[in-house]
């Protein structure tokens, strides 16, 4: 996932100034360009939880306005999730995304569940990840529990 800060006063009268919602706009067409997404992967933090009211501008607008910079859909969209970064396996985290990680575990034989697996990570999450990295080769450190890019993309999570 991607994230972009733009300011104003949260009080839902203050507008984005039109330069911040042209550097969104170009910004994320940039980065769908470069992994091969549609606009429709760009969303706003209203649309990713409930704890967020932002942004107030209309994010299917702003999918329009990235749609057509990009000029078309990408003629195959990758078939697995891109990896979302480290930080994104953080203890408590709750996402279906976690859920589908756990499923594909499972699956290749390194899921050490007793229960699950479930939409919020967790050691037995981690553990289970563990047994994936030592079962690519990794040691120590590196076979931490946590996912890193290269390790990511072997497991090839399905998009949700």
Not at 79 to 99: C, D, E, K, M, Q
Request: aromatic share 10%.
């Amino acid at each position: 996932f991607y994230g972009f800060e733009i300011e104003n006063r949260g009080d839902g009268r203050d507008p984005y100034p039109t330069a911040q919602l042209d550097a969104v706009e170009r910004l994320s067409a940039a980065l769908c360009r470069a992994h091969g997404w549609s606009a429709a992967s760009v969303i706003g933090h209203k649309e990713w939880t409930r704890r967020k009211i932002d942004p107030s501008f209309s994010m299917p607008g702003m999918r329009d306005r990235i749609g057509a910079r990009i000029g078309t859909a990408p003629s195959t969209p990758p078939p697995y999730v891109a990896f979302p970064g480290a930080a994104f396996f953080r203890p408590g985290r709750n996402s279906p995304l976690i859920t589908a990680v756990g499923r594909r575990l499972n699956a290749e034989g390194c899921g050490l569940y007793t229960v699950g697996p479930g939409p919020v990570w967790g050691e037995a999450d981690r553990r289970s990840y563990a047994a994936w990295q030592r079962r690519l080769g990794y040691t120590g450190s590196a076979a931490d529990g946590i996912p890193g890019r290269a390790s990511w993309d072997k497991l090839r999570v399905p998009h949700l």
